[in-house]
């Protein structure tokens, strides 16, 4: 969202700057924004990759906790009703 934001001002920035330059330095400065604005959707993308797979890690991880965890309370049950025979 800060990112959004900063690519807006500039973009509004460069807008007001618009005023006396020629078309091609629009043109060009229209790719710019373009390809800046492709960039920021490409860097979400991987900002919600990225969140994406530490979600998924804590849950494996999460996981095998509970694995550790039944395995130790059914080996404490064990000990505990063995009569010693």
Do not use: Y
């Not at 001002?9 to 700057?17: P, R, Y």
Request: charged share 30%.
């Amino acid at each position: 969202m800060k990112r959004l934001a900063t690519a807006l001002a500039v973009t509004s920035l460069l807008a007001l700057g618009a005023c006396n330059r020629t078309p091609a330095e629009n043109n060009a400065a229209a790719v710019r924004d373009a390809a800046e604005n492709k960039a920021e959707v490409i860097e979400n993308q991987a900002d919600a990759t990225r969140d994406s797979a530490e979600n998924q890690a804590d849950a494996t991880e999460n996981r095998a906790d509970a694995v550790r965890d039944a395995g130790e309370n059914r080996a404490d049950a064990i000990e505990a009703n063995d009569t010693g025979h």
